[in-house]
């Protein structure tokens, strides 16, 4: 079954305590991102990233850090986190396609609440 | 800079009314590509429907049906015949570069 799959699900942790989110896909996709999901605020774009070793900056990429050294993974790291983290975490995954295909629509997996006390 | 503006925050509607969610974008881009995305109460996301910028043809699909305007920079999305199976936060979203913005979204609530 074609998937995104994040790990974990659900974290409570306490401030300045790394942690990872993982992601996997299992589509052969180029393109991975990451989420965050706030009230109010939508979906903000954290890091995304269109091929191996190749990541760049979304809108808010403050506090995370990101690697993608195999095409299916793309983990989520956060090395101090802080409360304003608390949040929920989607990662998403695409084909890059070309011309009028590009940009094509992303499967998210099913998201990891994080929270930061 | 790009940016989405879904203005309604939340619509409520009893079955089988039509609901309309706006969603209005700015970018100083000539190529970019307007998302639909669904979020449920189970929490996924689940894609509707994409268009791009050079692609103006409203579209039907069952009972939901697209109004893309660029001369409005708007992309509308109606639900005709709403169902208890429609209640969920709708997300429109922009993308160029693969950068993607979404709106805050507006959250959709049918009543039996």
């Known amino acids: 079954e074609a998937q995104v799959t994040q790990n974990p699900r659900y974290l409570i942790t306490v401030t300045g305590k790394k942690l990872t989110v993982t992601c996997s896909q299992n589509?052969?996709?180029?393109?991975m991102s990451w989420y965050r999901q706030d009230p109010g605020l939508g979906l903000r774009q954290i890091y995304y990233s269109m091929n191996v070793e190749v990541t760049d900056k979304g809108d808010v990429p403050e506090g995370y850090k990101v690697s993608r050294k195999e095409k299916r993974n793309f983990p989520l790291i956060l090395e101090s986190p802080s409360p304003n983290q608390t949040s929920l975490y989607f990662c998403?995954?695409?084909?890059?396609?070309?011309?009028?295909?590009?940009?094509?629509?992303?499967?998210f997996g099913d998201g990891t609440r994080l929270s930061i006390l | 800079a790009q940016k989405v503006t879904q203005a309604q925050t939340e619509i409520s509607v009893v079955e089988k009314e039509d609901v309309t969610l706006d969603c209005v974008y700015e970018t100083r881009d000539t190529t970019y590509y307007l998302f639909w995305y669904k979020q449920p109460p189970s929490g996924e996301l689940v894609f509707l429907i994409r268009r791009n910028s050079f692609d103006e043809q409203n579209e039907i699909s069952g009972r939901y049906s697209w109004n893309f305007q660029k001369s409005t920079s708007s992309f509308n999305f109606t639900i005709t015949a709403s169902q208890v199976v429609d209640s969920a936060v709708y997300f429109c979203?922009?993308?160029?570069?693969?950068?993607?913005?979404f709106g805050a979204g507006t959250t959709v609530t049918v009543r039996a």
């Open positions: 589509m052969n996709h180029e393109y």
């Open positions: 979203a922009l993308s160029n570069d693969y950068k993607l913005s």
């Open positions: 998403a995954s695409s084909l890059l396609g070309q011309g009028v295909y590009s940009n094509q629509p992303q499967h």
